[in-house]
Protein backbone atom coordinates (compact mmCIF):
# COMPACT_ATOMS: atom_id res chain seq x y z
CA UNK A 1 0.00 0.00 0.00
CA UNK A 2 2.53 2.62 0.97
CA UNK A 3 4.67 1.98 -2.39
CA UNK A 4 1.48 2.65 -3.81
CA UNK A 5 0.46 6.02 -2.43
CA UNK A 6 4.30 7.05 -2.60
CA UNK A 7 4.24 6.40 -6.27
CA UNK A 8 0.46 7.93 -6.14
CA UNK A 9 1.72 10.93 -5.02
CA UNK A 10 5.04 11.16 -6.86
CA UNK A 11 2.88 11.48 -10.05
CA UNK A 12 0.66 14.14 -8.39
CA UNK A 13 3.80 15.95 -7.87
CA UNK A 14 5.33 15.76 -11.56
CA UNK A 15 1.69 16.48 -13.39
CA UNK A 16 1.90 19.80 -11.46
CA UNK A 17 5.49 20.49 -12.02
CA UNK A 18 4.56 19.89 -15.95
CA UNK A 19 1.72 22.12 -15.73
CA UNK A 20 3.03 25.18 -13.90
CA UNK A 21 5.22 27.72 -14.97
CA UNK A 22 8.16 27.98 -12.80
CA UNK A 23 8.12 31.39 -10.70
CA UNK A 24 10.30 33.95 -9.67
CA UNK A 25 10.64 35.39 -6.33
CA UNK A 26 10.76 39.19 -6.51
CA UNK A 27 12.76 41.03 -3.79
CA UNK A 28 10.32 43.80 -2.90
CA UNK A 29 12.14 47.23 -2.88
CA UNK A 30 11.64 50.73 -4.04
CA UNK A 31 11.51 51.88 -7.64
CA UNK A 32 11.13 54.61 -9.65
CA UNK A 33 8.16 54.01 -11.37
CA UNK A 34 7.00 55.98 -14.98
CA UNK A 35 8.87 58.43 -16.40
CA UNK A 36 9.39 62.35 -16.92
CA UNK A 37 10.78 61.75 -20.50
CA UNK A 38 7.76 59.98 -21.57
CA UNK A 39 7.47 58.49 -25.11
CA UNK A 40 3.78 59.10 -25.11
CA UNK A 41 2.59 61.53 -22.86
CA UNK A 42 -0.65 61.35 -23.22
CA UNK A 43 -1.03 57.53 -21.98
CA UNK A 44 0.07 58.83 -18.24
CA UNK A 45 3.52 57.83 -18.55
CA UNK A 46 5.04 60.27 -16.12
CA UNK A 47 5.82 61.98 -13.75
CA UNK A 48 8.40 59.83 -12.23
CA UNK A 49 7.92 58.97 -8.90
CA UNK A 50 8.76 56.65 -5.93
CA UNK A 51 6.83 53.65 -5.18
CA UNK A 52 7.49 50.37 -2.64
CA UNK A 53 6.70 46.86 -3.93
CA UNK A 54 6.77 44.05 -1.35
CA UNK A 55 8.06 40.63 -2.03
CA UNK A 56 6.22 38.52 -4.51
CA UNK A 57 6.74 35.74 -7.64
CA UNK A 58 5.99 36.05 -10.90
CA UNK A 59 5.92 33.71 -13.70
CA UNK A 60 8.81 33.78 -15.79
CA UNK A 61 7.41 33.87 -18.84
CA UNK A 62 3.67 34.63 -20.66
CA UNK A 63 0.99 31.74 -19.86
CA UNK A 64 0.83 29.93 -23.20
CA UNK A 65 -1.61 27.89 -25.36
CA UNK A 66 -0.60 25.24 -23.41
CA UNK A 67 -1.31 26.36 -20.26
CA UNK A 68 -4.41 27.56 -20.74
CA UNK A 69 -5.56 24.57 -22.74
CA UNK A 70 -4.77 22.89 -19.39
CA UNK A 71 -6.86 25.16 -17.34
CA UNK A 72 -9.87 25.01 -20.22
CA UNK A 73 -9.79 21.19 -19.79
CA UNK A 74 -9.62 20.63 -16.30
CA UNK A 75 -12.35 23.35 -15.67
CA UNK A 76 -14.73 23.50 -19.65
CA UNK A 77 -14.28 26.94 -19.39
CA UNK A 78 -15.35 29.10 -22.29
CA UNK A 79 -13.36 32.33 -23.15
CA UNK A 80 -15.43 35.52 -23.58
CA UNK A 81 -14.20 36.24 -26.83
CA UNK A 82 -15.64 32.42 -27.93
CA UNK A 83 -18.64 33.51 -26.29
CA UNK A 84 -18.69 36.94 -28.26
CA UNK A 85 -18.36 34.80 -31.46
CA UNK A 86 -15.35 37.12 -32.86
CA UNK A 87 -12.07 39.03 -31.82
CA UNK A 88 -9.74 41.38 -33.20
CA UNK A 89 -7.39 40.20 -35.48
CA UNK A 90 -4.85 42.12 -36.98
CA UNK A 91 -4.95 42.18 -40.76
CA UNK A 92 -1.22 40.88 -41.66
CA UNK A 93 -1.81 37.19 -40.63
CA UNK A 94 -5.24 36.91 -41.94
CA UNK A 95 -6.08 34.61 -44.85
CA UNK A 96 -7.10 36.02 -48.29
CA UNK A 97 -10.15 34.60 -47.80
CA UNK A 98 -11.10 35.63 -44.36
CA UNK A 99 -9.75 38.71 -44.62
CA UNK A 100 -12.43 39.05 -47.87
CA UNK A 101 -15.10 38.71 -46.11
CA UNK A 102 -14.83 41.23 -43.48
CA UNK A 103 -16.12 45.04 -43.39
CA UNK A 104 -13.39 46.96 -41.54
CA UNK A 105 -14.55 48.69 -38.35
CA UNK A 106 -11.71 50.31 -36.51
CA UNK A 107 -11.50 54.01 -38.02
CA UNK A 108 -8.17 54.96 -36.11
CA UNK A 109 -6.42 51.70 -36.55
CA UNK A 110 -7.67 49.99 -39.57
CA UNK A 111 -5.17 47.17 -39.32
CA UNK A 112 -7.74 45.73 -36.88
CA UNK A 113 -10.56 43.78 -37.75
CA UNK A 114 -13.06 41.98 -36.16
CA UNK A 115 -13.22 38.18 -37.36
CA UNK A 116 -16.11 35.35 -36.46
CA UNK A 117 -14.62 32.72 -34.96
CA UNK A 118 -11.38 34.12 -33.79
CA UNK A 119 -10.57 33.32 -30.26
CA UNK A 120 -7.79 31.51 -28.43
CA UNK A 121 -7.92 28.00 -29.97
CA UNK A 122 -7.78 29.81 -33.58
CA UNK A 123 -5.62 33.15 -33.40
CA UNK A 124 -5.20 34.05 -37.10
CA UNK A 125 -8.87 33.62 -37.69
CA UNK A 126 -11.31 30.53 -37.72
CA UNK A 127 -8.81 28.75 -40.54
CA UNK A 128 -5.88 28.94 -37.93
CA UNK A 129 -4.96 26.77 -34.93
CA UNK A 130 -2.35 26.41 -32.53
CA UNK A 131 -1.62 22.94 -33.19
CA UNK A 132 1.86 24.16 -33.80
CA UNK A 133 2.09 26.83 -31.15
CA UNK A 134 1.54 25.16 -27.71
CA UNK A 135 4.40 26.60 -26.35
CA UNK A 136 3.57 30.67 -27.74
CA UNK A 137 1.80 32.73 -25.17
CA UNK A 138 -2.24 31.80 -25.26
CA UNK A 139 -3.88 35.50 -27.36
CA UNK A 140 -7.28 36.45 -27.68
CA UNK A 141 -8.07 36.43 -23.73
CA UNK A 142 -10.09 38.96 -22.02
CA UNK A 143 -9.32 40.46 -18.28
CA UNK A 144 -11.75 38.29 -17.14
CA UNK A 145 -10.19 35.16 -19.06
CA UNK A 146 -7.02 35.96 -17.52
CA UNK A 147 -8.53 36.66 -14.03
CA UNK A 148 -10.37 33.41 -14.04
CA UNK A 149 -6.50 31.62 -15.11
CA UNK A 150 -4.75 33.00 -12.63
CA UNK A 151 -7.18 32.14 -9.80
CA UNK A 152 -7.14 28.14 -10.74
CA UNK A 153 -3.71 28.27 -10.60
CA UNK A 154 -3.53 29.88 -7.29
CA UNK A 155 -2.30 33.38 -8.49
CA UNK A 156 -3.45 36.54 -9.67
CA UNK A 157 -2.79 39.58 -11.78
CA UNK A 158 -0.08 41.97 -11.40
CA UNK A 159 -0.38 45.26 -9.92
CA UNK A 160 1.04 47.66 -12.34
CA UNK A 161 3.66 48.75 -10.32
CA UNK A 162 4.66 45.20 -10.01
CA UNK A 163 4.80 44.37 -13.55
CA UNK A 164 6.80 47.60 -14.13
CA UNK A 165 9.26 47.08 -11.26
CA UNK A 166 9.57 43.35 -12.27
CA UNK A 167 10.34 44.49 -16.11
CA UNK A 168 13.34 46.85 -14.94
CA UNK A 169 14.96 44.30 -13.88
CA UNK A 170 16.96 46.11 -10.76
CA UNK A 171 17.95 48.77 -13.32
CA UNK A 172 17.21 52.20 -12.54
CA UNK A 173 15.62 54.66 -15.20
CA UNK A 174 16.23 52.70 -18.28
CA UNK A 175 13.89 51.99 -21.20
CA UNK A 176 13.82 48.47 -21.34
CA UNK A 177 14.34 45.58 -19.16
CA UNK A 178 17.75 45.27 -20.45
CA UNK A 179 19.02 48.64 -20.89
CA UNK A 180 18.38 51.83 -22.75
CA UNK A 181 20.10 50.81 -26.34
CA UNK A 182 17.00 48.66 -28.44
CA UNK A 183 19.89 45.78 -29.86
CA UNK A 184 22.75 46.02 -27.86
CA UNK A 185 25.99 44.88 -30.15
CA UNK A 186 23.20 44.03 -32.98
CA UNK A 187 21.07 41.55 -31.01
CA UNK A 188 17.44 41.40 -30.66
CA UNK A 189 16.28 41.55 -26.89
CA UNK A 190 12.64 40.93 -27.54
CA UNK A 191 9.88 40.06 -30.49
CA UNK A 192 8.91 43.46 -32.07
CA UNK A 193 8.15 44.70 -35.44
CA UNK A 194 10.61 45.55 -37.72
CA UNK A 195 10.24 47.74 -41.19
CA UNK A 196 7.57 49.63 -42.03
CA UNK A 197 4.02 48.79 -40.12
CA UNK A 198 1.69 48.05 -40.62
CA UNK A 199 2.22 47.22 -44.39
CA UNK A 200 5.72 45.48 -44.10
CA UNK A 201 7.23 43.08 -41.30
CA UNK A 202 11.00 42.62 -42.20
CA UNK A 203 10.95 39.93 -39.12
CA UNK A 204 14.75 40.57 -38.50
CA UNK A 205 14.24 39.45 -35.10
CA UNK A 206 12.93 36.08 -36.36
CA UNK A 207 9.13 36.53 -35.91
CA UNK A 208 6.36 37.53 -37.83
CA UNK A 209 3.66 36.85 -35.28
CA UNK A 210 4.31 35.80 -31.83
CA UNK A 211 7.32 33.52 -31.03
CA UNK A 212 7.62 30.41 -28.84
CA UNK A 213 7.93 31.80 -24.97
CA UNK A 214 12.05 32.61 -23.71
CA UNK A 215 12.90 32.94 -27.28
CA UNK A 216 15.17 36.30 -26.43
CA UNK A 217 16.96 36.51 -23.29
CA UNK A 218 16.16 37.04 -19.75
CA UNK A 219 15.91 40.27 -17.62
CA UNK A 220 18.24 40.71 -14.39
CA UNK A 221 15.50 39.32 -12.72
CA UNK A 222 14.80 36.29 -14.87
CA UNK A 223 12.01 37.29 -16.34
CA UNK A 224 11.41 36.73 -19.92
CA UNK A 225 8.89 38.86 -22.62
CA UNK A 226 8.18 41.01 -20.31
CA UNK A 227 8.53 43.72 -23.60
CA UNK A 228 7.28 42.19 -26.81
CA UNK A 229 5.56 39.26 -27.87
CA UNK A 230 2.50 39.67 -26.27
CA UNK A 231 0.89 42.51 -24.61
CA UNK A 232 0.15 41.90 -20.58
CA UNK A 233 -3.26 42.67 -18.69
CA UNK A 234 -2.18 43.76 -14.83
CA UNK A 235 -5.02 44.12 -12.36
CA UNK A 236 -5.10 47.58 -12.56
CA UNK A 237 -7.66 50.25 -13.87
CA UNK A 238 -6.48 52.53 -16.13
CA UNK A 239 -5.82 56.51 -15.25
CA UNK A 240 -3.40 58.76 -16.94
CA UNK A 241 -3.24 60.80 -13.46
CA UNK A 242 -0.55 59.54 -10.68
CA UNK A 243 0.33 61.14 -7.43
CA UNK A 244 3.56 61.94 -7.05
CA UNK A 245 3.36 61.24 -3.63
CA UNK A 246 5.45 57.98 -2.50
CA UNK A 247 3.33 54.85 -2.70
CA UNK A 248 2.96 51.55 -1.10
CA UNK A 249 1.98 48.38 -3.07
CA UNK A 250 -0.49 50.73 -5.27
CA UNK A 251 -3.28 48.95 -6.91
CA UNK A 252 -4.43 51.95 -9.62
CA UNK A 253 -7.94 53.68 -8.92
CA UNK A 254 -10.64 51.45 -7.17
CA UNK A 255 -12.74 51.18 -10.42
CA UNK A 256 -12.95 53.00 -14.01
CA UNK A 257 -13.61 51.29 -17.44
CA UNK A 258 -10.50 50.21 -19.15
CA UNK A 259 -7.95 47.99 -17.57
CA UNK A 260 -3.84 48.74 -17.83
CA UNK A 261 -2.19 46.48 -20.47
CA UNK A 262 2.03 46.69 -20.31
CA UNK A 263 4.87 45.80 -22.76
CA UNK A 264 3.62 46.11 -25.83
CA UNK A 265 3.74 43.55 -28.93
CA UNK A 266 5.31 41.74 -31.64
CA UNK A 267 2.93 44.49 -33.66
CA UNK A 268 5.01 47.35 -31.98
CA UNK A 269 7.24 49.43 -33.62
CA UNK A 270 8.97 52.90 -32.63
CA UNK A 271 6.71 54.82 -35.61
CA UNK A 272 3.30 54.31 -34.07
CA UNK A 273 3.46 52.23 -30.88
CA UNK A 274 6.68 52.97 -28.96
CA UNK A 275 5.08 51.13 -26.26
CA UNK A 276 7.89 48.18 -25.80
CA UNK A 277 9.42 49.99 -22.56
CA UNK A 278 8.79 49.50 -19.32
CA UNK A 279 7.03 52.91 -18.34
CA UNK A 280 4.99 52.45 -21.47
CA UNK A 281 1.21 51.72 -21.02
CA UNK A 282 -1.92 51.17 -22.57
CA UNK A 283 -5.64 50.54 -21.77
CA UNK A 284 -8.19 47.95 -23.38
CA UNK A 285 -11.75 47.37 -21.94
CA UNK A 286 -11.95 44.39 -19.73
CA UNK A 287 -13.76 42.54 -22.48
CA UNK A 288 -11.46 43.08 -25.00
CA UNK A 289 -9.91 40.37 -26.80
CA UNK A 290 -6.95 40.46 -29.63
CA UNK A 291 -4.24 38.60 -31.98
CA UNK A 292 -1.50 40.26 -29.64
CA UNK A 293 -3.23 40.28 -26.27
CA UNK A 294 -2.13 38.47 -23.40
CA UNK A 295 -0.50 37.74 -19.48
CA UNK A 296 1.22 36.34 -16.82
CA UNK A 297 0.21 35.56 -13.46
CA UNK A 298 1.96 36.66 -9.97
CA UNK A 299 1.22 35.43 -6.05
CA UNK A 300 2.29 35.99 -2.84
CA UNK A 301 3.88 32.40 -2.08
CA UNK A 302 5.56 29.87 -4.27
CA UNK A 303 4.28 26.83 -5.74
C1 LIG B 1 -6.70 18.95 -23.56
O1 LIG B 1 -7.61 18.01 -24.03
C2 LIG B 1 -7.42 17.66 -25.42
C3 LIG B 1 -8.56 16.75 -25.83
O2 LIG B 1 -8.69 15.70 -24.96
C4 LIG B 1 -6.05 17.00 -25.59
O3 LIG B 1 -5.82 16.71 -26.95
C5 LIG B 1 -4.97 17.98 -25.11
O4 LIG B 1 -3.71 17.38 -25.17
C6 LIG B 1 -5.27 18.43 -23.68
N1 LIG B 1 -4.31 19.48 -23.35
C7 LIG B 1 -3.60 19.52 -22.22
C8 LIG B 1 -2.62 20.61 -22.11
O5 LIG B 1 -3.73 18.70 -21.33
C1 LIG C 1 -3.74 23.30 -38.05
O1 LIG C 1 -3.17 24.17 -39.01
C2 LIG C 1 -2.23 23.51 -39.85
C3 LIG C 1 -1.52 24.52 -40.72
O2 LIG C 1 -2.05 25.79 -40.60
C4 LIG C 1 -2.92 22.44 -40.67
O3 LIG C 1 -2.00 21.78 -41.49
C5 LIG C 1 -3.58 21.45 -39.72
O4 LIG C 1 -4.34 20.52 -40.44
C6 LIG C 1 -4.47 22.16 -38.72
N1 LIG C 1 -4.90 21.20 -37.71
C7 LIG C 1 -6.16 21.07 -37.33
C8 LIG C 1 -6.43 20.08 -36.25
O5 LIG C 1 -7.09 21.73 -37.83
CA1 LIG D 1 9.10 40.20 -34.69
CA1 LIG E 1 5.12 40.27 -23.21
Known sequence: GCIHWTAWLLVKKLKKLISCTQMVLISGGEFLMGTDNPGIPADGEGPQRLVHVDSFYMDIQEVTNQQFQSFVNATGYISEAEKFGDSFVFEGILSESVKNQITQAVAAAPWWLPVKG???????????????????????????????????????????????????????????????????????????????????????????????VMSFPANGFGLYDMVGNAWEWTS??????????????????????????????????????????????????PDSAASNLGFRCVSQGHR
Not at 143 to 160: G, I, M, Q, S
Not at 261 to 280: E, I, L, P, T, V
Request: charge should be neutral; hydrophobic fraction near 25%; aromatic fraction near 14%.
Open 118 to 212: ANWRHPDGPDSNITDRLDHPVLHVSWADAFTYCTWANRRLPTEAEWEYACRGGLEDRLYPWGNKLNPKGQHYANLWQGDFPNHNSAEDGYIKTSP
Open 236 to 285: DWWTVHHTTDPQHNPTGPPSGTDKVKKGGSYMCHKSYCYRYRCAARSQNT
